[in-house]
């Protein structure tokens, strides 16, 4: 063999690794060294079904936590800082995410499983808070029953006799 020849083979063994490298490599997952792709969230926040004033969403991912973004107005963009979803590891794929509003105990009911992405995504979605017990239909039965009780007042003190008074 020839120096040619094999400056040849060398060359094109370097040409396929470097192929194989740029195109092929990106299709597969994510090298695990690195943390899984992000979710970018923005959306809108409601609290007993009306838009949040004002307030802090964060979102966690098992014992992962996001950064606090501001909700103003019912919406959370991504502006400075953004609502990422991006844990530090594969170890989080298929962990529950959940939403968290500050100053509420309870979670969002919007919660799904972290993905293992092929690459970064945008998502737009509505986070809904409830503080427990909506006191609307207990306050519609509550009156209704007062105005009934205060009915049947009226009607047994109109048609009160007197006593001794027996005219009809």
């Not at 992000?38 to 079904?49: A, K």
């Not at 014992?63 to 979803?85: H, M, Q, R, Y």
């Amino acid at each position: 063999m020839n120096s040619s020849t094999l400056r040849s083979g060398a060359a094109a063994l370097i040409l396929t690794l470097i192929t194989t490298i740029l195109f092929i490599s990106p299709v597969r997952a994510q090298d695990p060294g690195f943390p899984p792709w992000p979710i970018i969230m923005s959306g809108t926040v409601t609290l007993d079904d009306e838009a949040l004033e004002q307030g802090s969403l964060t979102a966690k991912i098992g014992d992962w936590t996001s950064a606090e973004v501001p909700v103003v107005k019912g919406v959370f963009n991504c502006t400075d800082p953004c609502l990422i979803l991006g844990p530090p590891s594969f170890d989080y794929i298929g962990s529950d995410v959940s939403f968290h509003l500050s100053g509420i105990n309870k979670a969002a009911e919007l919660s799904f499983e972290f993905p293992n992405l092929a690459a970064p995504e945008r998502r737009r979605v509505t986070v809904e808070f409830t503080t427990g017990i909506a006191l609307g239909p207990i306050w519609i039965g509550l009156t209704a029953l007062l105005a009934l009780a205060i009915g049947v007042t009226v009607l047994a003190l109109m048609f009160r006799r007197e006593p001794g008074n027996t005219a009809s």
